[in-house]
Every structure is written in C-alpha cells, then in structure tokens.
Nanobody, 123 residues
Framework: QAELVESGGGSVQPGGSLRLSCAAS????????MAWFRQAPGKEREVVAR????????YINPSVKGRFTISIDIIKKSVDLQMVRLEPSDTAMYYC????????????????WGRGTQVTVSS
C-alpha cells in the first residue's frame, strides 16, 4: 500500500547500466512533479532529475547529464531513471519523490517519498 515504491537498484562495475523504476499510487501519480534524488553516506541529499508534466520540461543534474534519463510510463504509472556509464561517484541511495506544481529542487519541499533503492558502482 506504499505510495511510492522504487526498484531496480543493485551493484554494477564502472561503465555499467541500471534502470530504476518508481511505481506510484493513483493519487500520487496525479501530481505534476516527479523526481529522483540520491544521497550518499555523510552527504546532502541532491536532486538527480525532475520531470514536470504540465510544463513539459525535465531537469537533469549537470553531473549526470548525458548519462541519466528520466521518463514517465503512463501505463505502469511509474517514473523511471535510466542510468548508463555509471561511475563510482554515482554510488548512493536513490529515492523517488512527488512534489508541488512548481517542481522545486529542495528535498524538503517534496510531499511523498519512497524508501529508496541502493545503487553501488565498484570494481
């Protein structure tokens, strides 16, 4: 009965790929802003990618731009994060979140969160 449930995390070697998926409940899926965040131990939680449905734009963190892609699956009611050419610095817990219409950057402004899925990149 969770509102957001992440899946697809795991351990890969540098240069590998993973596809994360976030399944949303009916009410949460109707939110205009869906996002992926990540947090490594001892570091601040940071936005990875945001998807604003009404505005039709996406934001990709410059540190992962060209390697990560965010998308919405209207059939599965999920928000996916495709990650390629993964690097050790990508190692973190990845969280899915839903937020207000202005689709902010700050984690504190998001209303709904999943429990996270771990991504580990090492040789």
């Amino acid at each position: 009965q969770a509102e957001l449930v992440e899946s697809g995390g795991g351990s890969v070697q540098p240069g590998g790929s993973l596809r994360l998926s976030c399944a949303a409940s009916e009410d949460v899926y109707r939110r205009q802003c869906m996002a992926w965040f990540r947090q490594a131990p001892g570091k601040e939680r940071e936005v990875v990618a945001r998807f604003y449905k009404t505005g039709g734009w996406q934001y990709i963190n410059p540190s992962v731009k060209g390697r990560f892609t965010i998308s919405i699956d209207i059939i599965k009611k999920s928000v996916d994060l495709q990650m390629v050419r993964l690097e050790p610095s990508d190692t973190a817990m990845y969280y899915c979140a839903a937020g207000p219409n202005w689709c902010p950057t700050a984690p504190s402004q998001y209303d709904n969160w999943g429990r996270g899925t771990q991504v580990t990149v090492s040789s």
